[in-house]
């Protein structure tokens, strides 16, 4: 069993920064893909951003390249991601999320943190 725990959320102005941080526990995240997801009100959750166990390759949505930056610290067992230039329409609940798999999708995350809202103001 992993334990995510997401933090780092917030209000923030368009144009400004957040960090945000996923602290695993109960196991040790480098032998999983980790992820980020969002969902903002009214919407499905939507995938942002993945770091690959097995690669170390990173993907990303096309609506957050170049804004978003997902690292991962195994000896820390926290995974990150770096929201820069934000936009009103970023504002969402960020899920982290973990899956024993080389691509990760909504589908087949094994364990979901409990989110962390961030909200931007224009």
């Known amino acids: 069993q992993v334990q995510l725990v997401e933090s780092g959320g917030g209000l923030v102005q368009a144009g400004g920064s957040l960090r945000l941080s996923c602290a695993a526990s109960?196991?040790?995240?480098?032998?999983?893909?980790m992820g980020w997801f969002r969902q903002a009100p009214g919407k499905e959750r939507e995938f942002v951003a993945a770091s690959a166990w097995s690669s170390g390759r990173t993907s990303y949505a096309d609506s957050v390249k170049g804004r978003f930056t997902i690292s991962r610290d195994n000896a820390k067992n926290t995974v990150y991601l770096q929201i820069n230039s934000l936009k009103p329409e970023d504002t969402a609940v960020y899920y982290c999320a973990a899956g024993a798999v080389a691509v990760l999708t909504e589908r087949n995350c094994d364990y979901w943190g409990q989110g962390t809202q961030v909200t931007v103001s224009s």
């Open positions: 109960g196991s040790t995240i480098g032998s999983y893909t």
